[in-house]
């Protein structure tokens, strides 16, 4: 069974940092676009960040954009979002999604897999 485990979460100061991580227990997580996404308390859910499956190509949520960075080690099987600069919006469950994918270029629009979230809190 694939799972994906979201881990780093916690709570940190407006302007703090925090690198969540995502262990993903696929053999061949190369094969797979992955993502970052995010709910806050009675919002939708908000793409935040995507990465293909060569890690060549990254794209980000506008809200993110020049503050978050997304990377992976498919040696380890893990994805991580780099956040700094932190705000209090940012404050939400932040999840972890993976796409199978022929291309080693594009970023996923949709997922099929996804983690179980980690809660982020950012106070002001």
């Known amino acids: 069974q694939v799972q994906l485990v979201e881990s780093g979460g916690g709570l940190v100061q407006a302007g703090g940092s925090l690198r969540l991580s995502c262990a993903a227990s696929?053999?061949?997580?190369?094969?797979?676009?992955m993502g970052w996404f995010r709910r806050a308390q009675e919002k939708e859910r908000e793409f935040v960040a995507g990465?293909?499956?060569?890690?060549?190509?990254?794209h980000y949520g506008d809200s993110v954009k020049g503050r978050f960075t997304i990377s992976r080690d498919d040696a380890k099987r893990t994805v991580y979002l780099q956040m700094t600069s932190m705000k209090p919006e940012d404050t939400a469950v932040y999840y972890c999604?993976?796409?199978?994918?022929?291309?080693?270029?594009?970023?996923?629009?949709?997922?099929?897999?996804w983690g179980q979230g980690t809660q982020v809190t950012v106070s002001s």
């Open positions: 999604a993976a796409h199978f994918t022929l291309s080693r270029t594009a970023i996923s629009d949709s997922y099929a897999l």
């Open positions: 990465i293909s499956r060569s890690g060549a190509n990254t």
């Open positions: 696929i053999v061949t997580v190369s094969n797979y676009a």
